[in-house]
């Protein structure tokens, strides 16, 4: 007999900066993401059809054409409209996450982006593209990375474990904030009533783009608002905040510090010997600082966006996984899951993930072994949600894994090592 109780997981937020021209009230654009914010995918789907006939040029419809086909499981319409962005779109951000669809739905796509990859010496296709951010409320375009040579060279920023997850302490516009440092967040996050509590005012009018996270309550609106974001010696001027509404089924306690602030960086996760608490250590590129070849906790990583994917091993099936310090534990969409073969036991405690998109029916158990390079751990807290909402790309590799281990982040070189 399964249990049945609540829990919260903070995982994993893809923000979908689907950013196109705005759009009148009265416009098919409007009309499908109406009906399509209420699950309603079937009568959508002919607005944003309606839309791309209008406006051949709109990527952000012929991305949300393609999600509608995507979730009413018209498997080959879906592949068909996310190849179309991919080729008649490339470098914006609807290409970004049309890509990574791709990959996800077509084994033969990712067999052939995997050795364009290898050919190029290294995950091009997503980390080279997508480090914009483009906002329709106006004012200046901010290119991640573009403030790198004003910033330290390193900064140590230490942490603290609520529940597991990785709180710091940062400063929107000089007002201090805890923020959850978050791997699986591709950019920084708070909601419209944390930054008026700050006594700061949150952008309005036309939304700029979605953002979609664990949850069945789909797409979220996300408003862009430019601020000093400070954390440790590192501070981030005229920096794009992505603001969501207050939503009250999202169990996000905290903001979400994500990838856009520190991927500049490499950074070490250093934790305590009793995984309590810890230092971020960041560090621009240093030539001298360097993996050595043939260190075997050294193990090379993808981008999913702006992520982190990496080859872990579940009971001795090998799976991509996103690393992410936003997720108490490991989580699997159900479909993922049982595509390795597994089955969830009988006696896994039944209850609800919450993210940012509200929350969905999940399992939590114990898997017997998971790997990552050298690491083998026994006996990991896992979380296996119902395939309902938007589904994750790949599965996520959370701190029920990783929360005692030391952690050094190589982006330049891709490279990630992990000791004991």
């Not at 910033?151 to 997850?165: F, I, K, S, T, W």
Request: net charge neutral; glycine share 8%; proline share 5%.
């Amino acid at each position: 007999m399964k249990k049945f109780t609540l829990f919260f997981n903070i995982a994993f937020l893809i923000l979908g900066s689907y950013f196109a021209q705005l759009v009148s009230a009265a416009s098919e654009m409007d009309k499908g993401m109406t009906l399509f914010n209420k699950h309603d995918y079937k009568n959508a789907l002919g607005h944003f059809i309606q839309e791309v006939k209008k406006n051949p040029t709109d990527y952000n419809a012929l991305y949300y054409e393609a999600v509608t086909f995507h979730q009413l499981k018209e498997v080959a319409q879906a592949k068909g409209a996310y190849l179309k962005i991919v080729k008649t779109f490339p470098g914006t951000p609807a290409a970004v996450n049309a890509n990574a669809a791709l990959i996800y739905l077509d084994p033969a796509y990712a067999k052939q982006h995997r050795q364009t990859n290898t050919l190029q010496g290294r995950a091009t296709s997503y980390s080279d593209i997508g480090t914009r951010t483009r906002s329709t409320q106006g004012g200046a375009q901010n290119e991640t990375g573009s403030d790198l040579a004003s910033l330290p060279d390193q900064a140590r920023v230490p942490y603290q474990r609520e529940g597991q997850n990785l709180l710091i302490t940062a400063f929107i516009n000089g007002r201090p904030i805890d923020m959850f440092f978050d791997s699986g967040a591709e950019g920084v996050v708070v909601h419209k009533s944390e930054l008026e509590s700050l006594g700061l005012q949150p952008p309005t009018g036309q939304h700029a783009g979605v953002s979609y996270g664990v949850g069945d309550g789909g797409a979220q609106k996300t408003w862009i608002a430019r601020v000093s974001v400070k954390v440790g010696q590192i501070e981030r001027k005229n920096f794009p905040l992505n603001v969501l509404e207050d939503f009250p089924g999202a169990a996000i306690s905290h903001p979400l510090l994500g990838q856009t602030f520190f991927r500049d960086f490499s950074y070490t996760l250093e934790p305590s010997s009793d995984g309590t608490r810890g230092t971020i250590l960041f560090q621009k590129k240093n030539p001298n600082r360097s993996f050595a070849a043939n260190d075997s906790s050294v193990i090379p990583f993808s981008n999913i966006g702006k992520n982190i994917l990496v080859t872990a091993e579940i009971n001795g099936h090998k799976i991509p996984m996103i690393f992410d310090t936003g997720a108490e534990m490991c989580v699997f969409s159900r479909r993922q899951y049982e595509s390795l073969g597994l089955t969830i036991p009988d006696d896994a405690q039944q209850g609800l993930d919450a993210g940012i998109a509200g929350s969905t029916t999940s399992f939590r158990f114990t898997v017997p072994r998971i790997c990552l390079g050298p690491i083998i751990k026994t006996d990991v807290n896992v979380s296996v949600i119902n395939d309902s909402g938007t589904e994750m790309p790949h599965p996520l590799l959370g701190n029920s894994f990783f929360q005692d281990l030391r952690i050094d982040i190589d982006n330049e070189a891709h490279l990630m090592r992990v000791r004991r």
